[in-house]
C-alpha cells in the first residue's frame, strides 16, 4: 500500500503550483485555471484521508463530489464574467482593472 | 518494486508536468491543455485510491465541461492578441510564496504520525455511497443542485449581449 504521506506532498505539491500561478498570471483566464488546480489539490488530499483514516464513514468522498460541483459551477460564472470584462474594457490582462484600486 | 507505487509515480509525475504546464507555459492555450493533463493525471489518482466513481465525475466534468468552456473563453476573448509575456511583475515573490507554502505544508504532512485505519485500501461500495449521499446528504445535495441553476442563470444573464429591442 502507498504510505499516505505520498498523496498529501503530491497534493502540497500540486496547491502550490497553483498558488504560484495565481500569483504570478495575468492573464484572468490563466488565473482560474490555477484555481482548478488548487482545487483538485484540495480534491485529492479529501480522498485520500477519507480513504485511508476514516474508511468506515467515507465524509472525504462526498465533500469531493460538492467541491467538484460547486468548482464546476464557480468556473463557469468566471468564464461569463471574463467575457463580459472583456466585451466592456477589450483587455484580459488584470493588471488593466485599476478602477477600484486606492 | 511495489507496482502500486510505480503507478503512483508516474500518475503523479503526469499531474505534476501538467500543473508546472499550466503556469510556466508562454502560449494560453497550451496552458488549457496542460490543465486537461493535470486533471485527467488526477483522475488516475483517485482511481488508484480506489474512488472509481469520483474517477469518472472528474474525466466527465473537468475533462468535459471545464475545459471546453475555458476554451471557449480564451476564444471569445481573442486569445491571439495577447502580449507575449504572460507574467506579473511581481513572479519572484509568487516563486517564493509557492515554495514557503510547499515547504510549510511538506514538513507539516511529514511530521505528523498518521494513524492508518487499513492494511489495504477498499472500493466503496457504490450503493452504500448512493443510499450516504441520499439519505445523511440529502440537504447539501439539494443546495448543490440549488447552486448549479443559480450559476446557470446567472452566467447567462451576465454573458448576454447588450442589443435588447
Do not use: C
Amino acid at each position: 500500500m502507498i504510505p499516505l504521506e505520498y498523496y498529501l506532498v503530491l497534493s502540497a505539491a500540486m496547491f502550490s503550483v497553483g498558488l504560484y500561478g495565481v500569483l504570478a498570471r495575468r492573464h484572468a483566464v490563466l488565473i482560474l485555471l490555477s484555481i482548478e488546480l488548487m482545487l483538485n489539490a484540495v480534491n485529492i488530499n479529501l480522498i485520500a484521508f477519507a480513504s485511508y483514516l476514516h474508511p468506515a464513514e467515507f465524509f472525504g468522498l462526498i465533500f469531493v463530489v460538492f467541491v467538484i460541483t460547486v468548482a464546476a459551477a464557480e468556473i463557469g460564472l468566471a468564464i461569463a464574467i471574463v467575457l463580459r470584462l472583456y466585451r466592456n474594457r477589450a483587455s484580459v490582462n488584470v493588471d488593466d482593472f485599476t478602477l477600484m484600486k486606492w | 518494486m511495489n507496482p502500486l507505487l510505480l503507478f503512483f509515480y508516474a500518475i503523479g509525475a503526469l499531474s505534476l508536468v501538467g500543473a508546472i504546464g499550466v503556469v510556466a507555459s508562454r502560449n494560453v492555450v497550451y496552458s488549457a491543455l496542460f490543465l486537461l493533463m493535470a486533471l485527467l493525471g488526477v483522475a488516475g489518482l483517485y482511481i488508484l485510491l480506489f474512488a472509481e466513481f469520483l474517477a469518472l465525475v472528474q474525466v466527465l466534468i473537468y475533462g468535459g465541461a471545464v475545459a471546453i468552456i475555458v476554451l471557449f473563453g480564451l476564444m471569445l476573448t481573442r486569445f491571439r492578441d495577447t502580449p507575449v509575456v504572460l507574467d506579473n511583475p511581481q513572479r519572484p515573490l509568487a516563486a517564493i510564496a509557492s515554495i514557503a507554502a510547499f515547504f510549510v505544508l511538506g514538513v507539516v504532512v511529514t511530521a505528523t504520525k498518521w494513524a492508518p485505519k487499513v492494511k489495504e485500501l477498499q472500493p466503496v461500495k457504490f450503493g452504500d455511497f448512493g443510499n450516504k449521499l441520499f439519505s445523511q446528504w440529502v440537504v447539501p445535495f439539494e443546495i448543490a443542485s440549488l447552486v448549479l441553476l443559480v450559476a446557470l442563470i446567472g452566467a447567462i444573464i451576465i454573458a448576454r449581449s447588450e442589443d435588447r429591442e
